[in-house]
């Protein structure tokens, strides 16, 4: 009888922590605009961790500025601590309780961090990862820079940094969340509105279908 309501009562404040689905994958894999086009048709708040970032490096008087630049230039993650407050930020600004978090966690450091402050505050529903080869990737990333992006890191040598630490760093975290059976593999090399078919099928599947706006 205890039990019962024990798992009653877990289960309801379960279900008032916000809701949150990762999203990863190689620089240029298509996050950004698949998260774009998720937030359009269903009830989630995107947050991109590197625009967050782009954005604290910009503002006046920010201590982490020159130091979220350089690791932005070179490829490298920027510490937690940084990254997850201003993920966190941004959350209870909103006031709503489903997040694409765009581009988190990239290294053993973000997962860490992360799960030592957000993981009792959240719930992780799953992970999507964006599969995209790296040839697409580097093209897509320069044709961004190209058509003006403004990106200090859209640039081959940047990008090839980028690389190293989304092989080395990156993937790890991911392996770890497939084998917790929370990654939801999608291919993102067809164009962007055939990806998103895939995409709306792991929502649906989900349970999360209900459009909104
Ligand atoms: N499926 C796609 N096919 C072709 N180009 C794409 C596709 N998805 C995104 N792009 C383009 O590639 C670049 C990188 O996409 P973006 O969504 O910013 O990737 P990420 O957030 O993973 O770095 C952008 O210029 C975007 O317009
Ligand atoms: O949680 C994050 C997300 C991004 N970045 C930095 O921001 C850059 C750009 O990341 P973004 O997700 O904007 O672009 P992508 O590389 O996926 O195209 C990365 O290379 C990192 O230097 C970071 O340090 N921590």
Redesign the pocket.
């Known amino acids: 009888m205890l039990s019962r309501s024990f798992r009653l009562l877990s289960g309801y404040l379960n279900r008032m922590l916000p809701e949150v689905v990762f999203v990863l994958?190689?620089?240029?894999?298509g996050?950004?605009t698949q998260c774009s086009f998720i937030s359009k048709e269903y009830d989630f708040v995107h947050l991109?961790?590197?625009?967050l970032?782009?954005e604290e490096r910009q503002r006046p008087g920010s201590e982490y500025g020159e130091m979220i630049e350089e690791?932005?230039r070179n490829?490298?993650?920027?510490p937690v601590e940084v990254?997850c407050s201003l993920i966190h930020k941004a959350m209870q600004k909103s006031g709503k309780m489903r997040f694409l978090i765009?581009?988190?966690?990239?290294n053993k450091d973000?997962l860490d961090g992360w799960n030592r402050v957000m993981s009792d505050k959240t719930k992780l529903l799953f992970v999507i990862f964006f599969e995209c080869s790296r040839d697409l990737c580097t093209g897509r990333?320069l044709g961004r820079g190209a058509a003006g992006s403004g990106r200090s890191?859209d640039n081959l040598e940047s990008l090839q940094k980028?690389f190293n630490?989304y092989l080395n760093d990156t993937m790890p975290i991911i392996e770890h969340y497939e084998q917790m059976g929370l990654v939801r593999r999608i291919n993102s090399e067809a164009a962007p509105e055939e990806v998103f078919k895939n995409v709306k099928k792991v929502f649906n599947t989900a349970g999360l279908n209900g459009l909104v706006n």
């Open positions: 994958g190689a620089p240029g894999a996050k950004g991109s961790a590197g625009d970032l782009r690791k932005i490829g490298e993650i920027v990254t765009d581009g988190f966690p990239r973000n990333c890191d980028r630490t």
